[in-house]
């Protein structure tokens, strides 16, 4: 397992991260899978002895029982081996403080939170969405709050804009408070619009990358095709969101044929194509199985070739390169690394 500095600091995560959405099966979850405690305990023992040190969970993942059970099934035993991330912001009530990113919601969310895990800190406490109705002066020093309690160890946000990162950054700065040490984004050979905006803003300002449903929610693995679409977001889950199932499905043929040439599943090489984007420093992965989990586990040493790479690049290429007019012209001298989908002619 490689491990890498997550953003401008000095944590070194692995590039795989333990994914736990599954854990619990409640509520609206119940969909994405519904791993119960026996199960969730050998799961992470599996990733953690493959050299996964980072468990990703969330308050709203099946109303905290996924908090819940990584909590039991650590139980004190090897919690040293691992960093906990968790996030807050999604309603968890029917209450009008049960969601937002209020300083009263989002300390309560993490003291609820701790109890849960059953640690006494957070190693990476996310932001997990946008939250226009709460100053983000309010938000930025409740997150500072946290870390100088020694309740959050690294601050970092999910699923925010561009210009929502940008401005969160500026705040922390002027006050001299905790800054974003990393995002977690979706970003897969299915949805690169992440290229646009985020990751040059993450190569710019030092900010890590872990990757959110980096097999677009199963649809990259190689199980589905054209002919057999049964997977959750085409009956019925909308996130991640499919705009054009025909680019799809050119894109698994290609992952296809390319993991038949390596001797791998399609999944894995989905998986390593973003390991050697810029800026990506963890993927989060998850499962229902155990075997999903090795089969994962083992794109961590995949090895793509510059011809693999050019033909992932060129059938996974968005019908509009540049969002603005000027970039196409401006992208090699100011958007970073040569290999960002922007530099691309």
């Given at each position: 397992m490689e491990y890498r500095t997550l953003g401008r600091s000095g944590l070194k995560v692995s590039t795989l991260t333990m994914g736990t959405m599954t854990f619990g099966g409640a509520g609206a979850f119940s969909a994405v899978g519904k791993t119960d405690l026996k199960e969730a305990r050998r799961m992470i023992d599996l990733c953690i002895d493959a050299g996964i040190n980072v468990i990703d969970t969330a308050n709203v993942y099946s109303n905290g029982l996924s908090e819940e059970i990584i909590g039991e099934a650590l139980g004190g035993k090897r919690?040293?081996?691992?960093?906990?991330?968790?996030?807050?912001?999604?309603?968890?009530?029917?209450?009008?403080?049960?969601?937002?990113?209020?300083?009263?919601?989002?300390?309560?969310?993490?003291?609820?939170?701790?109890?849960?895990?059953?640690?006494?800190?957070?190693?990476?406490?996310?932001?997990?969405e946008w939250d226009g109705t709460t100053p983000l002066e309010e938000t930025i020093a409740a997150m500072d709050t946290l870390v100088t309690q020694g309740?959050?160890?690294?601050?970092?946000?999910?699923?925010?804009?561009?210009?929502?990162?940008?401005?969160?950054?500026?705040i922390s700065d002027r006050h001299n408070q905790s800054r974003f040490i990393t995002q977690q984004i979706h970003y897969t050979l299915e949805a690169r619009e992440a290229e646009y905006e985020l990751l040059p803003?993450?190569?710019?300002?030092?900010?890590?990358?872990?990757?959110?449903?980096?097999?677009?929610?199963?649809?990259?693995?190689?199980?589905?095709?054209?002919?057999?679409?049964?997977?959750?977001?085409?009956?019925?889950?909308?996130?991640?969101?499919?705009?054009?199932?025909?680019?799809?499905?050119?894109?698994?043929?290609?992952?296809?044929?390319?993991?038949?040439?390596?001797?791998?599943?399609?999944?894995?090489?989905?998986?390593?194509?973003?390991?050697?984007?810029?800026?990506?420093?963890?993927?989060?992965?998850?499962?229902?199985?155990?075997?999903?989990?090795?089969?994962?586990?083992?794109?961590?040493?995949?090895?793509?070739?510059?011809?693999?790479?050019?033909?992932?690049?060129?059938?996974?290429?968005?019908?509009?390169?540049?969002?603005?007019?000027?970039?196409?012209?401006?992208?090699?001298?100011r958007f970073g690394p040569a290999d960002l989908v922007l530099d691309r002619e």
């Open positions: 919690k040293d081996d691992v960093l906990i991330a968790s996030k807050a912001r999604m309603r968890i009530g029917k209450g009008p403080n049960d969601e937002g990113l209020s300083r009263y919601h989002l300390i309560r969310e993490c003291e609820r939170s701790l109890k849960r895990l059953r640690t006494d800190v957070i190693d990476i406490y996310f932001l997990h309740k959050v160890r690294y601050a970092g946000c999910s699923n925010y804009s561009g210009w929502q990162v940008m401005k969160a950054l500026g803003i993450s190569v710019d300002q030092g900010l890590g990358v872990l990757v959110w449903s980096p097999l677009a929610g199963g649809l990259l693995s190689g199980k589905y095709n054209r002919d057999s679409p049964t997977a959750r977001q085409l009956s019925g889950w909308s996130e991640p969101p499919i705009r054009d199932e025909d680019r799809l499905w050119r894109i698994v043929d290609v992952l296809a044929f390319i993991g038949k040439n390596h001797g791998v599943s399609a999944a894995q090489v989905a998986l390593a194509w973003l390991l050697g984007r810029p800026a990506v420093s963890s993927l989060v992965i998850g499962g229902r199985t155990e075997a999903q989990f090795k089969d994962n586990i083992a794109a961590a040493s995949l090895v793509l070739t510059d011809d693999d790479r050019a033909r992932l690049d060129a059938v996974s290429r968005p019908p509009v390169l540049y969002p603005y007019w000027h970039q196409q012209q401006t992208a090699k001298d």
